[in-house]
């Protein structure tokens, strides 16, 4: 159950990114983010910081609350 949120999280960003159509690695370079890292967020095997998700945020051209809106849509979507 722990692990769900961070799936969810990773699958919202994945989402996010490829509907921008761009790479992991152009997304840490616009984020200033390690493009491992961003991997490793999609894969759900990073627990991400507020300071991180903004950055991630701002570089998909959208602002945290949305991303949340679109992490919660999808969760809506399986119930």
Do not use: C, P, W
Not at 10 to 36: F, V, W
Not at 37 to 55: D, P, V
Request: hydrophobic share 35%.
């Amino acid at each position: 159950m722990d692990d769900d949120i961070l799936k969810r999280f990773g699958l919202t960003i994945k989402r996010l990114r490829e509907r921008k159509g761009i790479s992991q690695e152009k997304l840490g370079e616009i984020s200033d983010l390690h493009r491992t890292y961003i991997g490793m967020i999609e894969r759900a095997e990073r627990n991400i910081t507020l300071k991180n998700i903004e950055k991630l945020a701002k570089a998909l051209g959208t602002d945290i609350s949305k991303v949340f809106e679109e992490l919660e849509s999808t969760n809506s979507n399986k119930q």
